[in-house]
């Protein structure tokens, strides 16, 4: 199976990223100078800014195309509250936290969620599940020359059929043969990202997976946790560091572009996430002590945050988040937050502008390119403290 074919899962609608590269290092300069803070941020509603208000040029050397030989062999760009920049490694995250702290984690795991197959009449498809909807139902996205219609038996993976039943937007539900998971698991590719450009390995079903990982659903992994290996979780919880879980299957539209210039005309996707009642006292409790709630990663951050904006004070939750946050937005529940580098013109992108401000941002991101450090899923992390 090649990587050709994969990137063609998504098609048109939800496989093309936009990212402005460099043509080389040498044209890094000019083209980092117009990253500078420029005055309108300060005083522009949300409503004025736009796409280009989050671009960054990125030369594709620094995209990881693998993960570092170890989890926690990757570099750390800490951007402390006060705005300013420091290159670490990952390990030196142990010495930041301090004991009463509270590391939220997304323990979704991700499914092996791409499938290859054809139609009765012979034409190819590509299968992508974004939702597992009952044991033996899901809806999927669906490359094929023609959709099929409501009724049609697809042969995946030369292996079961499945039935077309009907479609809810722009996703396909499909009848398996029997339990979802287990065809998955038995015949399906792990969905690596549309910019990571092997054919998944045996390497990546382990390495594309955190070590906590336990709710089987998401079809791309909640990068930011790819770092923390168990030793680094056993010297933080000796140190007094606490741990919590949320979960938010990630879905394939943390990989959609933003089509509207404008980010007030974006409509976000949807995923589904749950706060269990047991991470609502550790949040008390840390807020009692004195301590940091540390977001893992940006599907942490969304579920934490969507939850507060269903029920404040918090309350045990789950259900569907379309929660798009930009700069404006006013942070309820987290402090400070892990994540990796993300791409230009993205959401998430916002998202940590919103909680670092747009210059620090813009300044964190032409050091790490200057730096030269790895970009994206299998790339360095950040700890982005909030002012």
């Known amino acids: 199976m090649t990587r050709a074919r994969q990137l063609h899962a998504l098609g048109e609608k939800s496989c093309i990223i936009s990212i402005t590269f460099a043509k080389s290092a040498a044209h890094l300069p000019n083209r980092l100078s117009s990253l500078v803070f420029r005055k309108h941020y300060a005083s522009s509603p949300v409503s004025d800014l736009t796409l280009d208000d989050f671009d960054y040029v990125l030369p594709p050397e620094l995209i990881a195309q693998s993960p570092a030989a170890d989890r926690t062999a990757s570099r750390l760009l800490h951007l402390d509250a006060q705005g300013g920049l420091h290159d670490r490694q990952f390990t030196d995250l142990i010495g930041l936290l301090r004991p009463n702290d509270l590391l939220v984690f997304n323990d979704t795991r991700v499914i092996k969620a791409r499938l290859f197959g054809e139609k009765s009449s012979g034409g190819k498809v590509e299968v992508l599940v974004e939702r597992i909807t009952a044991p033996d139902r899901a809806l999927v996205h669906m490359r094929a020359s023609k959709s099929p219609k409501a009724g049609a038996v697809i042969r995946l993976e030369d292996a079961f059929d499945v039935t077309m039943l009907g479609r809810e937007d722009d996703l396909f539900?499909?009848?398996f043969p029997g339990p979802v998971l287990d065809l998955l698991e038995a015949h399906g590719a792990t969905p690596l990202p549309p910019y990571i450009t092997h054919t998944p390995d045996a390497g990546d079903d382990a390495r594309y997976q955190t070590v906590y990982a336990r709710?089987?659903?998401?079809?791309?992994?909640?990068?930011?946790?790819?770092?923390f290996d168990e030793p680094t979780l056993s010297q933080l919880k000796a140190k007094g560091v606490n741990t919590a879980f949320v979960t938010l299957?990630?879905?394939?539209g943390t990989f959609l572009p933003v089509r509207t210039e404008k980010l007030s005309e974006h409509v976000m996707h949807s995923e589904w996430y749950t706060l269990p009642e047991a991470t609502i006292k550790a949040i008390e409790a840390t807020r009692a002590q004195g301590g940091r709630v540390i977001a893992v990663g940006t599907t942490s951050v969304r579920a934490l945050e969507s939850a507060a904006k269903a029920h404040w004070?918090?309350?045990?939750?789950?259900?569907?988040?379309?929660?798009?946050?930009?700069?404006?937005?006013e942070y309820k529940v987290i402090d400070a937050m892990v994540t990796n580098f993300h791409l230009p013109k993205s959401t998430l992108m916002m998202l940590i502008s919103a909680l670092a401000g747009m210059a620090p941002i813009k300044a964190a991101y032409a050091h790490a390119v200057a730096q030269r450090?790895?970009?994206?899923?299998?790339?360095?992390?950040?700890?982005?403290?909030?002012p």
């Open 173 to 175: 539900d499909l009848q």
């Open 215 to 227: 709710e089987p659903g998401a079809v791309a992994a909640p990068t930011a946790g790819l770092h």
């Open 249 to 252: 299957h990630v879905g394939a």
């Open 313 to 329: 004070p918090l309350q045990a939750t789950e259900g569907d988040t379309k929660l798009f946050i930009t700069p404006g937005y």
């Open 373 to 386: 450090y790895r970009f994206f899923s299998y790339g360095d992390a950040m700890f982005i403290e909030k």
